[in-house]
């Protein structure tokens, strides 16, 4: 859903010349540009066609989104009658020579209406936002289930139904509701794809739901929006959401387990035994059982490497197997030292895990 671009509000600027064009004007030279700078800039930043909740994707997303225009809108008359209020203020009632002001204190009118009006305000939007929570947090007679486990800095996701186990990106159908519980291994961290949900944090040993609805497939950005170390920054989420026969296709590919490799992929195959990989990582239908690291059975098919740092292509699968400290700071997987012919053999085998 998108919005049209709305046209940033010029009633403060018109309010503020029309009070004295002389201070006006000697002001204007600096909070003029400044205030069309800000209007330009922001609807800009705020509204253009980029991964925000104000571009939203879901039913949860939707509903989301609406309580925050609401919330917005009544913000911004506040904002512009209080504003308005004292710069009128300020320039009608200035100093002025032989100007007495009308002295007066109290009026039990106004202090009853700015009482009642501002609780009735918080009021309406606390109905409206336990709503807008009990919405979005309903998950449907047959969600789907995957259970998220946060690390640093990586994402698992569980298929408990599918019994399936991938990293970093989450397949989902369009038009089924998934149900996400969220945990984590070390640190707290927090799952946020703003198209599609809310944020919500991966705590240890205190699990969460967040549920969601993809209306179209595509692939969904996310990111970890809780600091929880030196990778945070790096700790990408993608939710690629398919139409029900292509996730179905995805779920059968994911469940095979790999398929034995063949001429430089076998080499890389051996030099993952021989080195410590596998006591970190699992390779479905291998000997390599780890879970400290992402599963990788299916590594080859995936967009990108490192939960999002890298393109995965067979060059940066080398660079990142290389030295995987430069491409991701904080990485948990140390350099191995590996020789280019290493490398190469290793690239070729974790291409060949489709
Ligand atoms: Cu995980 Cu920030």
Known sequence: ??????????????????????????????????????????????????????????????????LFWFVIVIAAVIFVGVEGAIIYSSVAHRDRPGRVP??????RRVEIAWTIAPALLLVIVFVLTVRTMNQVSEPGSQPLRVDVLAHQWWWEFRYPDENLVTANELHVPVGRTVELRLESTDVIHSFWVPELAGKVDANPGHPYTLVFTAQKPGTYLGQCSEFCGVGH???????IAQTPSDYEAWVQAEKRPAAPPTGLASEGQRIFMQQPCQNCHTIAGTAAS?????????????????????????????????????????ALMPNFNLTPDELRALAAYMESLR
Not at 102 to 107: D, K, N, V
Not at 233 to 239: E, F, G, H, S
């Open 1 to 66: 859903m998108h919005h049209p671009d709305h046209e940033p509000d010029h009633c403060l600027i018109r309010l503020w010349f029309n009070l004295d064009r002389q201070i006006a004007r000697r002001r204007a030279q600096i909070i003029g540009p400044l205030l069309a700078l800000v209007a330009a800039l922001f609807p800009r930043v705020a509204l253009a066609d980029i991964r925000s909740p104000f571009n939203p994707a879901s039913p949860q997303g939707d509903a989301i989104a609406n």
């Open 102 to 107: 009308s002295q007066f204190s109290g009026s």
């Open 233 to 239: 920054a790096w700790m990408l989420i993608r939710v």
């Open 290 to 330: 780890g879970t400290a690291g992402p599963d990788l059975t299916h590594v080859g098919s995936r967009q990108t490497i490192g939960a999002g740092v890298l393109a995965n292509t067979p060059a940066n699968m080398e660079r990142w197997l290389q030295n995987p400290l430069a491409v991701k700071p904080g």
